[in-house]
């Protein structure tokens, strides 16, 4: 099973600001298959990004995704208020499809 | 638009068992593979099952193989995970979740339904 480990477990920032968030894979993610899911209090996550890059519909420019093999980054431009939740990644080329422990995102 | 609706939640015993649904609207449900996912209360997302849109495929999670099974009903648009002998631990919101492929990310979610396994 690849174990996915997210870094930092919490970071604090302040609208307008640049988010970077990192996802560490045990093993070699296959073809890319690597997505990422915000979730806010009381709301099902939502997908972000899938493919390590690709946007996923209706998702702003402002989120992007990058990385290949074992690291990946989701980062977030400038910051809205809006985006202050719970990100995940989750890796789904394998048949135990695994989530990293997210990372709180929160207004500081 | 998509929609996905899950039901079945409740209060049950260690030991019992329950059967979720997931009820499915608004796109060609015999195209796409589903898959549940759960959430214990205050921690993160944990993938529990998935099945391929014909159903000739399924995967489980180690922690749930020999007691949950997953099955569709494609002439209904209907989704459900039987769940047996349920420990403490299976205590979570269970969402169902859409995808392209058996293997695919997962684009679509319901609001989940909770389940609390508790004497």
């Known amino acids: 099973e690849i174990v996915l480990t997210q870094s930092p477990g919490t970071l604090s920032l302040s609208p307008g600001e640049r988010a970077t968030l990192s996802c560490r894979a045990s093993?070699?993610?296959?073809?890319?298959?690597l997505a990422w899911y915000q979730q806010k209090p009381g709301q099902a996550p939502r997908l972000l990004i899938y493919?390590?890059?690709s946007r996923a519909t209706g998702i702003p420019d402002r989120f992007s995704g990058s990385g290949s093999g074992t690291d990946f980054t989701l980062t977030i431009s400038r910051l809205e208020p809006e985006d202050f939740a719970v990100y995940y990644c989750?890796?789904?080329?394998?048949?135990?499809?695994?989530f990293g422990q997210g990372t709180n995102l929160e207004i500081k | 638009e998509v929609q996905l609706v899950e039901s079945g939640g409740g209060l049950v015993k260690p030991g019992g068992s329950l059967r979720l649904s997931c009820a499915a609207s608004?796109?060609?449900?015999?195209?796409?593979?589903i898959n549940w996912v759960r959430q214990a209360p205050g921690k993160g997302l944990e993938w529990v099952s998935s099945?391929?849109?014909?159903?000739?495929?399924?995967y489980y999670a180690d922690s749930v193989k020999g007691r949950f099974t997953i099955s569709r009903d494609n002439a209904k648009n209907s989704l459900f995970l039987q769940m047996n002998s349920l420990r403490a631990e299976d205590t979570a919101v269970y969402y169902c979740?859409?995808?392209?492929?058996?293997?695919?990310?997962?684009?679509?979610w319901g609001p989940g339904t909770l389940v609390t396994v508790s004497s």
């Open positions: 979740a859409t995808s392209v492929g058996v293997q695919s990310y997962f684009d679509y």
């Open positions: 093993q070699s993610v296959s073809s890319s298959n």
């Open positions: 989750q890796q789904y080329g394998t048949s135990s499809r695994t």
């Open positions: 608004g796109f060609t449900f015999t195209t796409y593979s």
């Open positions: 493919g390590a890059s």
């Open positions: 099945i391929s849109s014909s159903g000739s495929y399924i």
